[in-house]
């Protein structure tokens, strides 16, 4: 079986991706991964088939209009109305190199950016990914949609505004695209096939966030994507210093980091101290450091967060995968996108304190967080609970059988 899986975005967007690929190739099959330049070395390391998409997310956040977005609001429409936007033609031109991309695959699965390529009509059978619900359900409202008392039809309701709202997004270069094929345009939006006509994959744990009983039967909640990395070589000064005292606190803001800035760090450092422990950053700015702190560029998650004490984090969707995989408590200061979702829900089921949005963030406000995580047990108790469970949910596995099963059927 050959495999076309297209992403695009930052790491958090391309690392489920890898895993699922590393997971597909291990079972026989051939894989292509398309995204950005900027993951070409991952994509490798993992053994698939590096297949390009045009553009950058890797930088999406070095923008200063961007950042200044962010910092006011977590809006994401907000943040879209400053991002740089290609044209039309641009965003039709990357669609051509997606369509190119698929060519010859038994089954191309899409993520949010890339999504358009399925609308648009890949030749070839096809499912998508979200990282946060999308399906429509009566149980919850859609992802970012007011929260108001109007009962379930008004929360079903919003799930056909926010299908609304991405398709008005995609449907210029969609029509661009298939127009240069001589296909009709499509006047009707096509989101609401997703779950009927076309798979939904939900690569976050049920344990978790459990799948509503209304939910079509092609809408899968596999639990995460992890990929089992080779053996690596993990460098010296942060296995000293992770065995040179008790665990310590792990700062990990990703690719957001010139959003939250060198304040944030500061505001960090000192919660830290008082909570009497030492402090390793991932990524951030450059500087000197004092003994207690030490910095690392990069560095495997899997094999890290489950050493350490607990972990400060914007709650986006990959890092919040990861540290409920490892076990530990969490203090969670989401500043745009799906972090106010997921770090609501850290705190729902215990794991992690109520957020501390990062425009309203206060020195105050994360000391008395981490004090609470480190020296309540019940979050640890909570947090290791709720990682045996997630680490038992196979989710790669699963979404391989998923993928499997689909094109056996469509095949047949």
């Not at 992403?7 to 291990?26: I, N, Q, S």
């Not at 996108?337 to 957020?355: I, M, S």
């Amino acid at each position: 079986m050959k495999v076309s899986l297209q992403t695009f975005g930052t790491r958090g967007d391309v690392y489920p991706f890898v895993a699922l690929g590393a997971g597909l190739r291990a079972r026989g099959h051939d894989v292509d991964l398309a995204t950005s330049v900027d993951f070409k070395a991952m994509v490798e390391e993992a053994g698939l088939n590096f297949r390009e998409i045009p553009g950058s997310g890797a930088h999406y956040f070095a923008t200063p209009a961007v950042v200044k977005a962010i910092r006011k609001s977590p809006s994401s429409i907000r943040t879209a109305m400053a991002m740089p936007r290609p044209s039309v033609d641009e965003v039709a031109d990357s669609l051509e190199r997606m369509y190119d991309n698929a060519q010859g695959a038994d089954f191309m699965l899409s993520n949010l950016i890339t999504r358009g390529i399925g609308y648009a009509g890949p030749g070839v059978p096809w499912g998508t990914v979200s990282w946060w619900p999308m399906t429509p359900t009566r149980e919850f409202r859609a992802y970012k949609t007011p929260d108001l008392p109007l009962g379930s039809a008004y929360t079903r309701l919003t799930h056909g505004m926010a299908a609304q709202m991405e398709w008005a997004f995609n449907r210029p270069a969609v029509n661009r695209f298939r127009t240069r094929r001589g296909l009709p345009k499509l006047s009707k939006s096509p989101v609401g096939q997703l779950g009927h006509q076309q798979p939904v994959f939900y690569p976050y744990s049920p344990h978790f966030l459990p799948p509503p009983s209304d939910w079509p039967e092609r809408v899968h909640v596999t639990g995460y994507w992890s990929w089992e990395r080779p053996e690596q070589q993990h460098q010296a000064d942060l296995v000293d210093f992770l065995a040179a005292g008790s665990k310590p606190i792990v700062l990990a803001l990703g690719s957001a980091w010139p959003v939250y800035g060198e304040q944030t760090l500061d505001l960090v450092r000192q919660a830290v101290r008082q909570a009497r422990r030492r402090l390793i950053v991932v990524g951030g700015p450059e500087g000197d450091r004092p003994d207690d702190e030490l910095r690392v560029q990069e560095v495997d998650y899997g094999w890290l967060f489950p050493q350490v004490a607990a972990v400060i984090h914007g709650a986006t969707f990959g890092t919040t995968a990861d540290v409920l995989r490892s076990g530990v408590p969490q203090v969670t200061v989401p500043c745009w996108a799906d972090g106010p979702y997921w770090a609501a829900r850290l705190a729902q089921v215990g794991v992690a304190p109520a957020p501390i949005p990062f425009q309203k963030l206060t020195g105050a406000q994360l000391r008395a967080a981490l004090d609470e995580v480190v020296t309540d047990p019940g979050y640890a108790e909570r947090a290791a609970e709720l990682g045996a469970r997630v680490r038992a949910d196979r989710g790669v596995e699963k979404a391989c059988d998923l993928i499997e099963t689909w094109v056996s059927n469509t095949t047949a």
